[in-house]
């Protein structure tokens, strides 16, 4: 692997307007920086902390809206399921499934996202060891898949907080496995405004450059022209306009980890 | 609330056979103590640390099973599901669905149990602050449900463990819902044993008894004739010799508590 | 031992007639109970959250105080000690030493308590395990101590808050020593104040009462008959006048888990 | 600052002949990388898990080798003190005088270490966030200490773990004091071997670029011509010849970090 990769996007689909807006931005520096950029978004956020939060269009016009913003801007698309059922449809758009964290333990989620072929991208449960994945691994790669990308997103650390243990990401790669990380909801507060998660997105810029230097073959930052507006993950989401500089420090580490393993 | 109440079985449904044994000496306990117990059994292990381990005899075969502890022992039944599809089915059978700790946050299946009219138990998550299950409670108020229980069995201690915080036992009172406490499960280490959790069965009466003493309403335990030969969990179930004695004490105990309470 | 035993007094020595009063409290209440109580206040906090704060009357003032408290109410005395050149001064007047957590592993310290042939309590740090609590016993008992008590006051768990994890009290019992639990440091929240601790008083009732079910040989409390005016630890302290019902509780509690355990 | 700044040494003074050669080394490396280097060894090592570890020549054996290498080396030395009557006798010789994490608190020690006048560097407690270090922070600069530094050396995570929240060098910053990130002691495993702490020497590199990208402004290490042999932290100690290839890599990251913050 000779760059750093990136998966980035508005963490739920607002809307069009907001897709093609984030999608543009990130063609434009994905051409500019040379550096390849996946979009995410979700189109069903399925454990809100709260029933009253907003959760997206649903999968069918969810879908409808990547499948245009992947011809549109040509970036390959990932984005998150919840239930096995949906792994088959689901992939015909998406180039990469995506595996919430608090599911990733489910067998048959897991089994339905590695039938389809597609890449698959776990979040690490915040409730498990990093050596645990190994057993997740297992799980995709028995029922077949080939492409099996993990993710660092903080585990628990006393209520209402997530820690980064940085040697986790070396522990992930040894399965065999790149790992990506994601910058932006490991600075979450799980539950800290009582009905929604705190978080401090200010904090972001330095995970990911900690982690570029831990070895992380990948990032993940969820972006928004104006986080204060956005309708989820408000407080961990990184501005849009800030994400070109924390990537460019990100490559920077990333290639002088890389020449120091030679 | 004048005593308390169990939940008690064999974690999943390996056999008839075994279910009816575990159910006769639960139904002569419960005419002999004269207190409530309800039935336990999974007809899917879900989310098994290994996709090799036993799952289960699936829910066709399992809810018959069920259905025949309950009508020959006249025990209610709890079992637990893992899709927002079985909520109605398993409800025709169940008295009480039992929401998985990991799950615990999944809107839809919240939503779905509440629609069944059933009692519905939701384990708190390893990965949640007791306060954070206010949120789930909505979910499952909201969605129409009026029995809501909730369970404590232990929260992510550093890697592969688990601790109880008492006081949590109260936080969650405070919700407004009964509060169960899993004792088997607390003694859980998640992971241990690299291809399936480790357990330390002998520290359940301690923690069913500490627990009993911080206002527990009622007990959850997995209780097996053998557990060396269980085919899920075996490292932290109680065998089932072992248990009128606990039961015992923590009932003591309960009583204890409720008359310094008035 | 027949009957739980108690560690109880007002933090720090705030004054004589703080100190007598609450002795006299304690003196009434041992008799009427038929309960051993050993009464505890330091005369020096030296490891205050805040170089500002109230840290006692310092050595000589407070030993003076103590014999006094000793001789006029009857009661055997506790009090900690920060360096080893205090243990024998110390061991003039206290019945007992006590080591606080943060110092459990200064070898010197422990030998020093060891050598005054007094009992000596030692409080688990923060920061260790229960087993670890074997290497502490280990450096008392080479150095001459033969009266070691243990002291559960919880656990580090995430940022600014503790936890009890209740099996500790059975792991450290297995070292051959009594364990005594620290009721109310366990409510501690350090650092939640910014310059002193958060507490919650409430939540001592409940810990005391889980940790004599789960094993507890005594119990440690701070009181005051204001606590809210206490010049150290007055958020988790407890009120005098709220003390005598959870002493009977944990009592009760206390003799149902004996004889179970016969 | 231009350029990360480095404390490293033998962990405890084993002997005179070690602390040549670790200083040696040291000097030679210092010259060619023209990067300032601190020479670190202990006197005593008074908190060893068991009371028949190896402590250490004592405090004069202890200096005097200490001022030969300072001399012989021409580099500056930092050294640990456990009581507030070593502070003054200690600064003598120390350009730094280093608090350890379990006494990160002691009021006494703190006071006595900042009216030398001499740097001081504290540890930050296991048991501490790390924006409590502020109140550490406030009794040295109370004191009269100018030069305070603080040192990130991992945060208590569950049993015999230890985890480093990169957030806190920022957190710790933001005091207004230089952030060291002692990588090899947050590679410790406390207890883990029972009577001694296990540890994982080979995360020790990744962790101090972690750090450095987190904006460490100092690296702690220790280092030993063969650790599998060295009296103290044997398991998380650094191999001498390992050691040159990390610290080049740390500047490297140090630099792009500086040069982006500009």
Redesign the interface.
């Known amino acids: 692997q000779e760059d750093l990769f990136v998966f980035a996007g508005p963490c739920v689909i607002e809307s069009r307007d907001l897709c093609f807006e984030v999608a543009e931005f990130l063609r434009e520096l994905s051409d500019r920086l040379k550096t390849g950029i996946v979009f995410k978004a979700s189109f069903d956020k399925?454990?809100?902390?709260?029933?009253n939060s907003f959760?997206g269009p649903g999968i069918d016009e969810g879908l409808r809206i990547l499948q245009e913003v992947k011809q549109e801007f040509q970036l390959p698309v990932v984005t998150d399921i919840?239930?096995?059922s949906q792994a088959a449809t689901v992939s015909e758009v998406a180039d990469c499934l995506q595996i919430p964290a608090?599911?990733c333990?489910?067998?048959?989620l897991l089994?339905a996202a590695a039938e389809t072929g597609a890449a698959v991208n776990v979040k690490k449960?915040?409730?498990?060891?990093p050596?645990?994945m190994?057993?997740v691994v297992?799980?995709l790669r028995?029922?077949g898949c080939e492409k099996v990308l993990l993710c660092e997103r903080g585990?628990?650390?006393?209520?209402?907080?997530l820690?980064?243990?940085?040697?986790a990401i070396?522990e992930m790669k040894n399965l065999g496995c790149p790992v990506i990380f994601d910058a932006t909801h490991s600075t979450q507060q799980?539950?800290g405004l009582?009905?929604s998660s705190a978080g401090?997105r200010e904090?972001a810029p330095?995970?990911a450059?900690?982690?570029?230097?831990?070895?992380a073959d990948g990032m993940f930052f969820e972006i928004h022209p104006n986080p204060e507006d956005a309708l989820c993950d408000s407080a961990c989401m990184m501005r849009m306009n800030d994400f070109e500089?924390t990537i460019?420090?990100c490559r920077?580490?990333f290639k002088?980890?890389r020449q120091?393993d030679e």
Chains 1, 2, 3, 4 share one sequence.
């Open positions: 399925a454990n809100r902390s709260s029933i959760r919840h239930l096995p608090f599911l333990r489910q067998t048959d089994a449960g915040q409730f498990l060891s050596w645990e190994k057993n297992c799980k028995e029922s585990t628990f650390f006393g209520y209402n907080r820690v980064n243990d940085m040697t070396g799980p539950g009582g009905t401090a904090s330095v995970l450059a900690s982690a570029a230097a831990a070895g500089k460019k420090r920077e580490i002088i980890v120091n």
